[in-house]
């Protein structure tokens, strides 16, 4: 018999209602992104962003609006992530659909040289979008499946490359994974995942991993899967299970208990890092946690598109100042 290599069965993906020919034919104006943003802002038609009155006037040579009531003159973008940027909107609709569809990402160094913007530029841009879409989703996990895996990994920071006196301070902490930063998951099966940084030089603690799993999954969670780490010891209470494999003994699946999901995931985002993001900030690790899991998370969403517009009209902004302060 012919042999034939298994493939597990995925249901299959709804297919994007974008792709980037659409949209550069579509978006081909400003004009065009502002309708577009205008009815996505005001489905019912335009209210006024001070007062809230439906009486409107238009001022077409401006692109402003006017509220007959209050005499507040405003914009499509007034007071969202898109105002007071001197950026084309057809290029910023352009950023969104590449950050957002991307499977792995997109570095500001290659939409630098999409745009055709400065380096500055779409830095901050990537940053804003990644604001827009931190905590887009807040619902617990293990409502719906009720099998949680749970995982910690170290990202960046190979010592070689590192500042001499870092990397003396570093040694100096015992305990310390040569200045990785410590990120811990959580994936419901067949469901969402959560990823969350415990910062630079970080090792993880009980009480770290304790606080993440308290924040991020519902009591209803039937089964927790994690590797042999002492921080889950415990984790189990009179409706949840704990399930273990011991990784380091060479076990990786047994039965229910297993975290291939949740590794997946860290691959997946490792690979992302060392594709588009050759020089990731561990300051901005977070942001790009963000940034994956909205995409991770809405992978099979024909409308991530119009549902990242919709995040950015309903975010304020990130002011530059705020993101490149020291910290
Ligand atoms: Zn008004």
């Known amino acids: 018999m012919k042999h034939t290599k ?26 065009k992104c502002r309708i577009a943003l205008e009815k ?8 006024c ?36 940027s001197h950026l084309p909107l057809r290029k910023w609709f352009i950023a969104i659909y590449l950050i957002c569809e991307s ?14 913007v400065a380096y500055k530029t779409a830095w901050y841009l990537c940053h804003r979008i990644r604001e827009a879409v931190k905590d887009a989703d807040t619902t617990l996990l293990g409502l719906e499946s009720g099998f949680v895996e749970a995982d910690e990994t170290y990202i960046g920071g190979k010592a070689k490359n590192m500042h001499k006196a870092r990397r003396e301070a570093l040694a ?14 959580a994936i419901e099966r067949n469901g969402k995942v959560r990823l969350q940084c415990l910062g630079a030089d970080h090792t993880v603690t009980k009480e770290a991993l304790r606080a993440f799993l308290k924040a991020k999954l519902a009591d209803e969670t039937k089964v927790i899967s994690t590797d042999e780490h002492t921080g889950y010891v415990g984790i189990d209470d009179d409706n949840t299970i704990h399930v273990s494999v011991y990784h380091r003994g060479g076990e990786y699946v047994r039965g229910l208990a297993h975290t291939n ?17 050759h020089q990731l900030s561990m300051k901005h690790l977070d942001r790009y946690l963000d940034e994956f899991e909205f ?32 910290t």
């Open 172 to 185: 100096m902490k015992p305990g310390t994974k040569r200045g990785k930063s410590a990120v811990v998951g």
């Open 40 to 47: 996505l802002r005001w489905p019912d038609g335009v209210r």
């Open 49 to 84: 962003v001070r007062c809230g009155s439906e009486k409107i006037s238009r001022n077409y040579k401006r692109n402003q609006f006017e509220c007959t009531p209050c005499g507040y003159h405003f914009s499509v973008t007034a007071g969202t992530i898109f105002h007071d």
């Open 103 to 116: 499977k792995k990402g997109i570095s500001a160094l290659q939409l630098k040289r999409v745009l055709g």
């Open 261 to 277: 999901t949740l590794e997946n995931v860290w691959s997946l985002f490792k690979r992302s890092i060392v594709g588009s993001y």
């Open 6 to 31: 298994y493939s597990a069965k995925k249901a299959p993906a709804q297919k994007s209602d974008m792709d980037l020919m659409k949209l550069i034919v579509k978006f081909d104006t400003d004009e």
């Open 295 to 326: 995409r991770f998370n809405n992978r099979q969403n024909p409308f991530l598109f119009r549902d990242t517009l919709l995040r950015l009209l309903s975010s304020s902004n990130l002011e530059y100042k705020d993101l490149t302060a020291k």
